[in-house]
């Protein structure tokens, strides 16, 4: 083969090459569009104010540990992306269950209601229910409440089970606690027990922390007397973001992305307490 015919084949050789170059680039950059088009937007309601769990800024961005956890989720699902509404804890679920949201976030235990009505995540935290009670209260633990009162809880509120549950397994233990039709702010529970309409509210440390800079006056708070974990609760039409938040969910407490931001939030690793404890979920 001459010098010309080894210049005319490596010329097309190298146009062969751009072409393919072009072809491959033009197929990347296709699947890249198709893969942005097929990115889904969840409808986040965060329930507030319910801080440090979630809460509004000044300027009306949200903020909190459970607004982190989200984030840390959304991070790893490219296909997903969250956007996020702050909302009282009625206008938020009834917003989920009519579709106006994909999925709420509210320090949410797990209940058979919940479970009937909307699909239900693996735990991302656990949460301590501790007794906010008057500086000078002799009062404890739950036992100490043998007839006394507690604040009414909102029946739908998942506070409310877990006290019944507790009554169940102490039937000797007399404490009145009425069912609530409607969610008092914290400030609002705790003042009916600072001006002795109540004895206790059944509520936990570090929402008792979120506010008690702004009541005005001193309470004191018992050491945890039970605990559950918490989870996000999604629109029934949601299966597939359910199992890709579980997958997330799974990830990031393996790998200790969860415990950490419990020590962020709450000084404390909440999953290591939680095995203490025997409420962790193993599963």
């Known amino acids: 083969m001459n010098s010309y015919s080894l210049k005319k084949t490596a010329v097309k050789a190298l146009a062969a090459v751009v072409a393919l170059s072009t072809l491959t680039g033009l197929a990347a950059c296709g699947s890249a569009q198709a893969a942005d088009s097929g990115e889904k937007t969840l409808k986040v309601a965060l329930v507030v104010p319910n801080k440090p769990y979630a809460y509004a800024e000044k300027d009306g961005s949200p903020a909190g540990f459970e607004y982190e956890v989200l984030k840390k989720i959304d991070d790893q699902n490219k296909n997903i992306k969250f956007e996020y509404s702050t909302l009282e804890y009625q206008n938020a679920l009834i917003g989920l269950k009519e ?111 979120g506010v008690k800079d702004s009541l005005g006056y001193p309470m004191k708070v018992t050491d945890a007397v039970d605990g559950r974990d918490t989870v996000f609760l999604l629109n029934k039409k949601n299966q597939d973001a359910q199992q890709q938040v579980n997958k997330s969910i799974e990830a990031l407490t393996k790998d200790g992305t969860l415990a950490g931001l419990t020590k962020k939030w709450f000084k404390q690793d909440n999953f290591a307490l939680a095995e203490k404890l025997g409420i962790a979920d193993n599963g």
């Open 99 to 209: 579709g106006k949201y994909d999925l709420v976030s509210g320090t949410f235990f797990r209940t058979p209601a919940r479970e009937k009505d909307y699909l239900v995540t693996k735990p991302y935290n656990y949460y301590f229910l501790n007794l906010i009670v008057n500086p000078n209260s002799k009062i404890k633990t739950m036992e100490d409440l043998n007839g006394k009162s507690v604040v009414p809880i909102e029946s739908t509120d998942g506070r409310y089970v877990a006290f019944r549950d507790w009554q169940k397994k102490h039937p000797n233990v007399k404490i009145k606690m009425e069912a609530s039709s409607t969610q008092p702010t914290f400030t609002d529970m705790i003042q009916q027990v600072h001006d002795g309409t109540y004895d206790a509210v059944y509520l936990s440390k570090d929402q008792f922390d």
